[in-house]
């Protein structure tokens, strides 16, 4: 009975295994073409030339005008400027072409501005600014100018050539009381790195409290500084308001606090921020099966002190009995 199964099921005919071979042959050649198709179909090639000279046409397109006079918020006065701001976004439509070319903001006429691409009403900001005593002193000036959009600005301050730095006694804010012209520069202060307490630290700029705090805590690990540099490996002290303080720092009283390889316990030297207890350790190993170091230099023969190391430690060891 099985036999009459498979005879009836599972034999197939002369025309069947024809049909069988032509589909497997069809399924195959449907596999390989996904993969020829992208050798057999040419794409079309497109010339970009004219629409990058239309995006090119569009940058020269100047805003002309804000709707609903929505405006960001205005800034800080810092330099004596009136109402800053930047026009909102939303409002903000191309009208007018322009011209760019080199030009001084403290002498152009309205006539420039409005070959440069300036609405009127940003023009007579400007007029009315310089019309009360104020001045550009820098090309970044001309972005405090309420009404004077992002995008003007980066397209003007190539351009800009202030010939000559105004006179900084005249430009007074409007109310301030006339300053004295004969002007006495103060003498900067120099500070002992060795010496000074919290309130010494405390009075440089960008130094509070913890910060001052921090700096005597490594200075006494240390045993003293014998480098202004060495402030700056303060934790937590920034590389910006290091640098801001170094002309106010000194070194003037060098004694420093000095550790004996030959006895130091390594309590001792694990409490150093330059020695830590690897070092240290590799230290008393050394001594331990050499006996004492007759000189600081023999220290070079552990193979952890390279001559990097060496020099930053130097200063804080002896062998002294």
């Known amino acids: 009975m099985l036999k009459r199964f498979a005879n009836d099921y599972l034999s197939y005919s002369y025309k069947d295994r024809i049909g069988i071979f ?22 079309k090639q497109y010339d970009h030339k004219q629409f990058d000279t239309q995006i090119a046409q569009l940058k020269l397109i100047q805003p002309d005008s804000f709707s609903n006079k929505k405006y960001a918020s205005k800034k800080a006065d810092e330099d004596n400027f009136y109402d800053y701001g930047t026009p909102s976004e939303k409002n903000y439509y191309p009208k007018a072409l322009f011209e760019v070319f080199y030009f001084d903001p403290n002498t152009a006429t309205p006539a420039d501005w409005k070959r440069l691409g300036l ?47 105004p006179d900084l006694v005249k430009h007074e804010f409007p109310n301030s009381a006339a300053k004295n012209s004969s002007y006495v520069p103060k003498t900067l202060q120099l500070l002992d790195i060795n ?37 700056s490996e303060t934790f937590g002290l920034p590389d910006s ?27 001792e030297f694990k409490a150093h921020p330059y020695i830590r207890y690897g ?24 193979m952890v002190v390279t ?7 130097e200063p804080y060891i002896t062998v002294t009995e």
């Open 307 to 313: 001559e990097e190391v060496y020099k930053k430690i």
């Open 22 to 43: 032509l589909l497997i042959g069809l399924i195959v050649i449907c596999i390989f073409i996904s993969f020829l198709y992208p050798y057999l179909i040419t794409k």
């Open 119 to 165: 609405r009127e009403r940003t023009i007579e900001t400007i007029q009315k600014y310089l019309s009360k005593g104020g001045k550009f002193y820098r090309p970044e000036d001309i972005s405090k100018i309420w009404g004077l959009h992002a995008e003007d600005v980066k397209r003007l301050l190539p351009y800009i050539k202030i010939a000559q730095k």
């Open 241 to 267: 308001t290091f640098q801001k303080i170094k002309p106010r720092l000194t070194l003037s009283y060098t004694s420093i606090k000095k550790i004996n390889i030959n006895t130091a316990s390594p309590d």
């Open 279 to 302: 070092l240290g350790n590799s230290i008393i190993q050394y001594r331990n099966q050499h006996g004492n170091f007759s000189s600081v230099i023999d220290i070079k023969k552990i």
């Open 195 to 231: 010496t000074a307490d919290t309130t010494g630290f405390i009075a440089l700029p960008g130094i509070g409290s913890k910060l001052a705090q921090r700096i005597i805590n490594f200075r006494n690990r240390l045993g003293g500084f014998y480098s202004v540099d060495q402030v």
